[in-house]
Antibody, heavy 119, light 105 residues
Framework: VQLVESGGGLVKPGESLRLSCAAS????????VNWVRQAPGKGLEWVAS????????NYADSVRGRFTVSRDNARSSLNLQMNSLRAEDTAVYFC?????????????WGQGTLVTVSS | IQLTQSPSFLSASVGDRVIITCRAS??????LAWYQQKPGQAPYLLIY???TLQSGVPSRFSGSGYGTEFTLTISSLQPGDFATYYC?????????FGGGTEVEI
């Protein structure tokens, strides 16, 4: 099982960025997936979740209306479209797979991609 | 749902028994997970469903609790266990993490 994030970088406040997570080694369409972020030196913050079929999506209040999560099961990929970025969105963004149910935590994580929002 | 971990920092020695507590602001059944994170690495799932050990995790780790009070116990601390530990509730959205407990030598 492997999850590899990409798309991070340095952007200015108000700009947009699209993160991707490439999954391999398992049947992607069978698992819910999540985005979790970690600001420098801080704790973990859940960002968004999407069900295996993409029909159920949830967002943290801090990103709702600005971020959009999507998935492409044919390509085994997860995406996070981030608009109207703010300084407080600066963080390492991890994608993570639901263990077997959305009640049981995340058993596989990517190594993360750093997003820096600064003027 | 807010999760309050205690202590936030813990100094311990190899061989010590370590107990970390996670309190939820409202009942979350048994839908709690524990993670270990080392600097520069992704979190690593230790326990799910409050007390079920994730495959491959050493048996010195154990979890207990239900409702609002949960504990993670490391029965005999090993050198590789010095890390930060987080609880996460999965009972309802928005999912939340505790603030973390840093375990240091």
């Amino acid at each position: 099982v492997q999850l590899v994030e990409s798309g991070g970088g340095l952007v200015k406040p108000g700009e947009s960025l699209r993160l991707s997570c490439a999954a391999s080694g398992f049947t992607f369409r069978n698992f819910g997936v999540n985005w979790v972020r970690q600001a420098p030196g801080k704790g973990l913050e859940w960002v968004a979740s999407i069900s295996s079929d993409g029909n159920y999506i949830n967002y943290a209040d801090s990103v709702r209306g600005r971020f959009t999560v999507s998935r492409d099961n044919a390509r085994s990929s997860l995406n996070l479209q981030m608009n109207s970025l703010r300084a407080e969105d600066t963080a390492v963004y991890f994608c993570a797979r639901d263990r077997s149910s959305n009640y049981y935590g995340c058993d596989y994580w990517g190594q993360g991609t750093l997003v820096t929002v600064s003027s | 749902i807010q999760l309050t971990q205690s202590p936030s920092f813990l100094s311990a020695s190899v061989g010590d028994r370590v107990i970390i507590t996670c309190r939820a602001s409202q009942g979350i059944n048994s839908y709690l997970a524990w993670y270990q994170q080392k600097p520069g690495q992704a979190p690593y799932l230790l326990i799910y469903d409050a007390s079920t050990l994730q495959s491959g995790v050493p048996s010195r780790f154990s979890g207990s609790g239900y409702g609002t009070e949960f504990t993670l116990t490391i029965s005999s601390l090993q050198p590789g266990d010095f890390a930060t530990y987080y609880c996460q509730q999965l009972n309802s959205y928005p999912l939340t993490f505790g603030g973390g407990t840093e375990v240091e030598i």
